[in-house]
């Protein structure tokens, strides 16, 4: 197999008419609607907002292949005190940083080819109608009242905690410590509907899923909820959505952005096709505001509570939550750029059991392409494609009669579609993956048994050989299909090395053999997923990053023209009579001589310097060091270790000239 180097993927190709000739469907048909979380915009996106993200476009890409009228939601973030504060950090207004941010996310997904059907931002005025809407309804219904409240509140989390949820006296999630806070506010009545909430999560055990977060929310149930503070003083945080009856205060954040699940359908009137089928995905650290808050405030305004909460846990970087502070954040285009897109999100689905933490590190996903999908689906192709090269000059046989070893590969592939739709529906993607790949594996093996290159010696066995190359591109068609929505551009481009055009393209048709007609004319292209090699990327891996550097506040051009900077020549050079590290240098510049002080006695003896012509800021202020009057400073570059280095000139100018 080939060895290309890592980083050989150019961005995303637009994705191809689709290739869709139905073929009969087997399993029921619906409706399928997904969101992920909409982020933050206080930070870029970082691989777990990507997880999720492809997550989502992964499950909406297999339920558009089983025929479902899908739709998939995402979007950002964009009100509330973070936000103002990353904002006001950042030198901007809170609109132009949203602005700005909600772009970036855009564009990631763009990249990482995300088929997002919508994409809702919370200070759009069609998301803020259907919140004033909602609020509207809940405090009409007597479900929303004015009152005080004092409690420890995590600006991170941009709600009031309790102190069993304190970690060491630290917010949950960031090492913040929490603030005391009283504020009057806005109560929506929580506490009123945790008996409803209860008996439907114990009448309904899959609304939550996997159970253990079932169980984390059945717990909070367990004990009194509180009732829910919902505004903010508009005083204290201008940046959200002002109460429809009361302008002094705005939406609390998490009541205005959980509504984005709902608003983003409402302003497009398809609520009543895709609301009664909604997916939500999240992590476990959002689990609280989606698991109670939600539900009631769904209850509460009288729209129907969604099908599932889906959770699923982190990504670890080094075993620690990713932080800008520990420097472990890592970027998905990043490892777009050094691994391509269908490697990457291959890597994502298939190392991380759904509802657990998992370990990211690049050795994985350079291990992960190496053996699933170098190793096996790669070669898989690559020994098909040249075999038909050599044995068939290109194009792929009628399949003939089958042997019993014919028909135990067919049946292990024609049985795929219904295992990985009942992985997908119980989210257990990455043993859907496992069970094609074993599959692949399998007619990997079946090459080897069958040894076509002993069948083609004789030419008796010509219909034999004909049967085992043909059983090999229906296994790989099949392979391609059911990798469609992890793998899109891989999995188009093996059809397309196939020669596979006109050929149905859905799941029930990965449940079918004999589809590639004989004759189809093979154009064979590059290892599909180049192996990467171990040893290079480990080694470059060893090699610790260097240290970003650190810059100054941008200048002008004018605020550097307001620097002198002058070739002088040294006349004398002497230790200073009262200190060590430092020489006195006698200076012409032109018509003038200067005195300056310069700490360089440690590199350079004196009679290094005399006749050298060497930089002087000649419009420093003068000062006096330890008794010589210094008229100016001399340009020196330092490392690391302190060593310096004066800064002369490659050609010979007169002293007096200016440096500009
Ligand atoms: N804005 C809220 C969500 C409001 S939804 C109505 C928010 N935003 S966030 O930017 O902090 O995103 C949190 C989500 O990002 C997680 O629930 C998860 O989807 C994703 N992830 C963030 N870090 C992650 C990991 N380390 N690993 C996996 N997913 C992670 O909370």
């Known amino acids: 197999m080939e060895t290309a180097e890592i980083g050989a993927e150019g961005p995303q190709e637009p994705e191809p008419q689709v290739e869709a000739v139905e073929a009969e469907a087997t399993h029921e048909r619906g409706a399928y609607y997904a969101t992920t979380p909409i982020f933050y915009v206080n930070a870029a996106p970082h691989i777990g907002h990507a997880y999720t993200t492809t997550l989502v476009d992964v499950v909406t890409r297999f339920h558009r292949l089983r025929g479902d009228d899908t739709f998939f939601l995402t979007g950002t973030d964009e009100h509330g005190e973070k936000v103002a504060k990353a904002a006001d950090q950042a030198g901007k207004t809170p609109q132009q940083y949203v602005d700005d941010v909600a772009a970036q996310f855009r564009a990631t997904w763009d990249r990482l080819g995300i088929q997002y059907d919508e994409f809702i931002r919370t200070t759009e005025e069609r998301h803020q109608k259907v919140v004033r809407e909602v609020l509207q309804r809940v405090y009409d219904n007597g479900d929303i009242f004015y009152g005080e409240y004092s409690g420890l509140y995590c600006v991170g989390a941009e709600r009031f905690v309790t102190e069993k949820e304190l970690n060491e006296g630290k917010c949950p999630d960031s090492d913040e410590p929490p603030e005391y806070r009283t504020e009057a506010n806005y109560f929506f009545r929580m506490e009123k509907y945790r008996p409803w909430l209860r008996e439907t999560l114990e009448e309904h055990p899959e609304l939550i899923r996997p159970e253990r977060y079932r169980n984390e929310v059945l717990a909070m149930l367990r004990e009194p909820i509180g009732d829910l503070s919902i505004s903010r003083p508009r005083k204290r945080v201008p940046w959200g959505i002002p109460l429809p009856w009361d302008d002094d205060h705005v939406t609390y954040v998490w009541f205005d952005a959980l509504i984005n699940y709902y608003s983003a359908l409402a302003s497009k009137d398809l609520e009543e096709r895709y609301w009664p089928h909604v997916e939500h995905f999240i992590a476990k650290d959002i689990v609280k505001p989606h698991g109670l808050f939600w539900p009631i405030m769904l209850k509460a305004a009288g729209i129907p509570l969604y099908r599932h909460l889906n959770v699923h846990g982190y990504w670890l970087v080094n075993e620690r939550k990713m932080s800008k502070s520990l420097g472990n954040v890592v970027r998905p285009l990043d490892l777009q750029r050094k691994y391509g897109n269908d490697a990457f999100r291959y890597y994502l689905l298939r190392d991380m059991t759904f509802g657990l933490d998992a370990s990211f590190s690049e050795s994985g996903i350079a291990e992960r392409i190496n053996a699933d999908l170098a190793n096996d689906l790669g ?239 000649a419009n420093l202020q003068p000062i006096t060091l330890r008794g010589v009057r210094s008229e100016g400073m001399i340009l020196a570059a330092e490392d690391d270790d302190g060593k310096l280095s004066v800064a002369t000139l490659d050609r010979d100018l007169p002293d007096g000239s200016e440096v500009r």
């Open 379 to 617: 070669n898989l192709l690559n020994r098909t494609l040249g075999m038909l090269a050599r044995y068939r000059d290109g194009a792929v046989p009628a399949a003939g009669a089958l042997e019993p070893i014919d028909e135990a590969l067919r049946d292990a592939f024609i049985g795929l579609p219904e295992v990985v739709d009942r992985h997908f529906a119980e989210l257990q993607f990455e043993r859907a993956l496992e069970a094609v790949m074993e599959a692949v594996r399998k007619a990997n093996k079946y090459i080897s048994e069958t040894a076509p290159w002993e069948l083609a010696k004789d030419p008796d066995r010509a219909d034999r050989l004909d049967a085992v190359l043909n059983t090999c591109v229906e296994a790989l068609r099949c392979a391609s299909i059911l990798l469609e929505p992890v793998i899109p551009g891989k999995a188009r481009e093996l059809r397309k090395q196939l020669g596979i055009r006109r050929v149905p393209f859905d799941l029930s048709s990965a449940g079918q053999w004999n589809l590639v007609p004989a004759g189809t004319k093979t154009a064979p292209g590059g290892p599909l997923f180049p192996r990467i090699d171990l040893e290079a990327l480990e080694k470059a891996m060893a090699e610790p990053e260097p240290e970003p550097l650190e810059h100054k506040a941008e200048i002008g051009i004018h605020d550097f023209g307001q620097t002198e900077l002058r070739v002088v020549t040294v006349e004398k050079a002497e230790p200073h009579p009262n200190a060590d590290k430092l020489l006195v240098l006698t200076v012409r510049m032109g018509p003038e001589t200067r005195t300056v002080v310069s700490g360089i006695s440690e590199h350079y003896a004196p009679t290094d310097l005399v006749g050298k012509k060497l930089i002087l800021v």
